[in-house]
């Protein structure tokens, strides 16, 4: 059986450089824990970040949805750190309800900070990761990009979107040693989830504890079921994968 790749350091990000988006999140938080446990320099960015809010060496607040921020947070990173080394596009919002409950505003802001973003830091980013001989960008698209789920068309169309990012650059930069591969997750137990049953003016608990039966597995998702994953496509463990969607679902198809 291989080892897993640590470049010696027993450590698989030693020596190298983070950013996470969406660091506030019970995602992002969880990706954070994971890259720092293994060495990374991790630079945290959300809207806000209270003291103490993130375990990140370096938090840099502001709104994805400025095109000149998102732009520039790459080589800001590269500029307090020295380098980059893995982007993790990971923040991101979900519009409920059907195309016709939906404003302009919910298709603009969506689009903005769950395509867009993504799609300005990884074009600022693969300048900077190619000058450096390599890196690796992991996307949280979602299961519902690669098969709708109901009643959410704004949400499942933007992460179709940046699973298709995620395909096509994966396959344009291959030869940069730049890997692009995104993490696609079904329910996750975070604020984006509970919010759902919120709105209803349902219990979330207890709508957790109902969802947890449809799932094979027997629960949905912890933060850090999907964190291990994205640590995984950002190490040297996945070396050889390029443009992969991984579906991680505890067994549960989108129905
Ligand atoms: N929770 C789930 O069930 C689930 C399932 C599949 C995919 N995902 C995806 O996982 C990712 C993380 O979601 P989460 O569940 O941790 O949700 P979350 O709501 O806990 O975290 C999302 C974070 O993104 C940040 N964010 C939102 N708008 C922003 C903006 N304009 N600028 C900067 N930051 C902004 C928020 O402040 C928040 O901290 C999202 O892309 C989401 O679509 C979540």
Same mark, same amino acid.
């Given at each position: ?131 450096? &001989? ?14 709708? &789920? ?104 989108? &129905?």
């Amino acid at each position: 059986m291989a080892a897993l790749s640590t470049n010696g350091s027993g450590q698989r990000f030693a020596g190298q450089t983070a950013l996470v988006t969406g660091a506030g999140g019970g995602i992002g938080g969880a990706i954070i824990a994971r890259l720092k446990a293994e060495g990374a320099c991790v630079v945290a960015t959300d809207l806000s970040l209270r003291d103490g809010q993130t375990d990140a060496d370096h938090v840099i607040t502001g709104d994805l949805i400025d095109p000149a921020f998102a732009d520039g947070l790459p080589s800001a990173v590269q500029k307090m750190t020295g380098r980059l080394d893995i982007l993790c596009n990971n923040a991101g919002i979900i519009a409920r309800g059907e195309i016709t409950q939906a404003s302009d505003d919910d298709l603009r802001r969506s689009l903005a900070i769950n395509v867009e973003a993504p799609f300005r830091l990884s074009r600022s980013a693969i300048p900077i990761m190619a000058a450096q &001989g390599g890196g690796a960008i992991v996307n949280t698209a979602s299961c519902w990009g690669l098969q709708p &789920g109901p009643s959410h068309p704004i949400y499942v169309m933007t992460k179709a979107a940046l699973a298709s990012l995620t395909q096509c650059l994966g396959r344009d930069h291959a030869h940069q040693g730049i890997r692009v591969n995104a993490v696609c997750p079904n329910e996750v137990n975070t604020a984006m989830l509970r919010s759902g049953f919120e709105i209803r003016g349902l219990d979330p608990q207890a709508g957790i504890a109902a969802l947890n039966q449809s799932v094979p597995l027997g629960r949905i998702a912890e933060p850090e079921d999907i964190a291990d994953v994205v640590a995984f496509l950002a190490s040297d463990d996945a070396r050889y994968m390029v443009g992969a969607l991984l579906e991680v679902n505890g067994g549960k198809p989108v &129905g």
